[in-house]
């Protein structure tokens, strides 16, 4: 009778060992960087591993040519490509705090993720 609650106390010791795992990895991710630019360096975007954007740098003779449809075109296209970059980071992050896990079709499923493109809606 008292076994099946030794195996419920182990899965939920491991559940809160997964959670303190994944908000190491998550801090981990807030402190790194992955940047773009689009337009010859014209602009640039820096994100951190968790895709929020932290900086945008725009090269000031762009803005005094006042070219707002190429500003408008240029931003989002860095934005996604420094969120991609973002993506793998984190992909990166949790595949190597999953590593010791042995939970069938884990490996698949990051995989998959790894090849999903961001959803590019300009």
């Keep these: 009778m ?8 182990s899965v939920m010791r491991q559940a809160r060992q997964w959670g303190a795992q994944m908000q190491a990895v998550n801090e981990k991710l807030k402190s790194l960087r992955a940047t ?5 360096g014209m602009v640039e975007v ?6 929020e954007v932290l900086r945008v740098k725009i090269d000031p003779a762009l803005v005094a040519r006042g070219d707002r449809e ?8 860095a934005v996604n490509q420094a969120v991609s970059k973002a993506r793998q980071l984190h992909l990166e992050a ?7 896990l042995n939970l069938p079709g884990l490996e698949e499923m990051l995989a998959q993720l790894g090849r999903e493109e961001p959803n590019a809606e300009a």
């Design 2 to 9: 008292f076994k099946g609650l030794g195996n419920i106390m």
């Design 94 to 100: 949790f595949q190597s705090a999953t590593s010791d």
């Design 46 to 51: 820096e994100v951190n591993g968790l895709g």
């Design 36 to 40: 773009a630019s689009t337009g010859a």
């Design 70 to 77: 190429m500003i408008e075109d240029l931003i989002p296209a």
